[in-house]
């Protein structure tokens, strides 16, 4: 039976996902908006890989699995690839380029997912696999890694991952506490007045694991000390949101296995959005208009969970793929 918390936890967050990207082409108007920004992309994508990686914890890299895992991920990446490139073609005015070793947009977490469940059973063979995915993820930042299928946020968004599968049901219970969930609150409610004041001196560039410490201007001890500091902060978080998501079952519980369906289809629309000129309109109406954005935001992640969307757009989002034969073994004869 499926865990109420886990699904509600999940489509809060997809949710999150969709808003972010409707807030992105806006921060840099409004401090309060880019201080709301660095909060949910402090915790969103740590918290979706968190529980990847809890939910990765029974891989064992079997034929059946391993079919699956294409089924779920590179099937579907392979095809939004080839959208993608157009829509973005089209909303940019570029030229229409495809190549799949580059992933567009939101996709790189599909590539991402194949590989780090793949490596899961790498992980049983370490005593301490966070701290050395935390090294990874460090050394990645302080050398060259390949823009190639998205290896740089691969490596850096690594810890995140192997945390989950350190996971048990105990740990999420932990938090249901009373007394977590009052700090949580409290956390919850101080986050944006002091992300607004760190604003000012801040790079969203760091929150999104695509920059080394080159790209981000600034020297090894800094970059290190600076990803120290955002691994605390965002674990801070993710247990923050982790603790306020209800445990019980909600209109939304059910939308939460259907999750992939609004992250792989909202970003067409962000795109029409930017080209219609949705986004600059919303920006010089004001906070109100930024208000209604984020609403319809909401809207646009439960619409793209209905039956007619999941009907029409099954065959990209969850592919059937032909069985492999049956190898038939003829019995022996005795005698």
């Known amino acids: 039976m499926r865990d109420p918390f886990f699904d509600n936890a999940k489509f809060v967050l997809i949710v999150m996902v969709v808003i972010g990207h409707n807030w992105y082409p806006l921060i840099g108007d409004s401090r ?23 939910f990765s914890r029974n891989f064992e890299g079997r034929p059946d699995q391993i079919r699956k895992l294409v ?3 590179l099937v579907p990446y392979l095809v939004f690839e080839f959208v993608y490139l157009i829509v973005m073609a089209k909303a940019d005015g570029g030229p229409l380029r495809f190549t799949v070793t580059l992933p567009s947009y939101m996709l ?10 793949l490596t899961t059973p790498v992980w049983r063979a370490f005593s301490r696999p966070v701290l050395v995915a935390v090294l990874i993820s460090l050394a ?24 989950g599968l350190q996971l048990r049901r105990e740990h999420f219970q932990w938090l ?16 944006v007045p002091v992300a607004y004041m760190l604003v000012p001196g801040a790079d969203v560039h760091w929150l999104d694991m695509r920059q080394s410490a080159d790209g981000l201007g600034v020297g090894a001890v800094e970059y290190v000390l600076v990803r120290l500091g955002l691994f605390v902060v965002s674990a801070i978080l993710v247990a923050t949101v982790l603790s306020l998501v209800p445990a019980r079952r909600l209109w939304l519980t059910s939308l939460g296995a259907l999750t992939m369906y609004p992250f792989l289809l909202h970003g067409m629309l962000v795109k ?29 992640a439960v619409l793209l969970t209905t039956p007619p969307v999941r009907w029409l757009t099954r065959w990209a ?3 059937r793929m032909p069985r492999p034969p049956r190898l038939l073994v003829r019995p022996s004869s005795g005698g």
Do not use: N
Not at 176 to 191: E, Q, S, Y
């Open 32 to 54: 309060a908006l880019k201080a709301a920004y660095m909060v949910v992309y402090s915790f969103h994508m740590p918290a979706f890989i968190l529980l990847s990686g809890y």
């Open 71 to 73: 089924k779920s991920t």
């Open 108 to 117: 790189w977490f599909l590539v991402a997912l194949f590989f780090w469940r």
């Open 140 to 163: 990645a930042g302080l050398t060259y890694v390949s823009d190639d299928f998205a290896f740089t946020r691969i490596l850096q968004f690594l810890p995140w991952f192997v945390a």
């Open 176 to 191: 249901r506490r009373k007394a977590v969930r009052g700090w949580a609150a409290a956390v919850a409610v101080l986050a």
């Open 272 to 300: 029409l959005g930017e080209v219609l000129g949705v986004h600059d309109a919303a920006a010089a109406a004001g906070p109100l208009a930024i208000v209604g954005l984020t609403a319809c935001a909401v809207c646009v």
């Open 317 to 319: 989002v969850e592919p």
